[in-house]
């Protein structure tokens, strides 16, 4: 289109679509699966899909297959994502969180910390010296000591109160509880 300023006839035209272009598909090598427009269900649990291959991936869920294997160290994943994930462990960063006890190294914290729980006699505890029981952290037995054994009342919670439906009332209610409808 050219610009009003540099129309030579001072006519603007105007970009319509021409009618009879065979167009082409967006992506030309993608194999292209005829679901007739219906979810496909799975025939274990129900749940639906948008087509076929969302199923076939889905059913690894039901087989516990895992045909995602790393070269490595022959781990398998479920999903391609999990095992580039897994790919990491095996790069140039080696594993730096190590296990204090045994020793096993770990190249995420979080798997350390789930790890941590094999050894869990190993986990430090306070104990309350009167009645043996354990917690995990100092504070809360300090606060079971002075509450439970030494009998100071806990702290009074300061709740909000709830907010209501527009319109209503606050029904109060009175110390006559009786159930006799004549006075």
């Known amino acids: 289109m050219v610009s009003p300023k540099h129309n030579a006839e001072n006519k603007l035209k105007r970009n319509e679509p021409q009618q009879n272009i065979e167009r082409r598909p967006l992506y030309p090598n993608r194999k292209k699966e005829d679901d007739g427009g219906a979810a496909t269900l799975c025939e274990l ?18 087989t516990g297959e895992k045909g995602y294997k790393c070269d490595i160290c022959d781990k398998g ?13 095996h790069g ?36 309350c010296d009167v009645c043996d ?14 509450h439970v054994h030494s009998n100071v009342p806990w ?15 606050r029904v109060r209610r009175t110390a006559d509880t009786s159930d006799s409808l004549d006075s």
């Open 77 to 89: 994943f479920k999903h391609k994502p999990s095992l580039a994930l897994h790919s990491v462990c």
């Open 45 to 62: 649990c129900g749940k639906s899909f948008k087509g076929p291959a969302n199923l076939r991936q889905h059913m690894s869920v039901h």
């Open 155 to 169: 702290p009074k919670r300061v709740r909000s109160s709830r907010p209501r439906a527009p319109g209503t009332r």
């Open 92 to 127: 140039a960063n080696p594993a730096r969180y190590e296990c204090g006890v045994c020793g096993k190294k770990f190249t995420y914290n979080s798997n350390r910390q789930r790890h941590m729980a094999i050894h869990q006699d190993t986990r430090r505890h306070f104990k």
């Open 133 to 146: 029981k354990k917690f995990a952290a100092a504070q809360s037995r300090n606060a079971h000591v002075s």
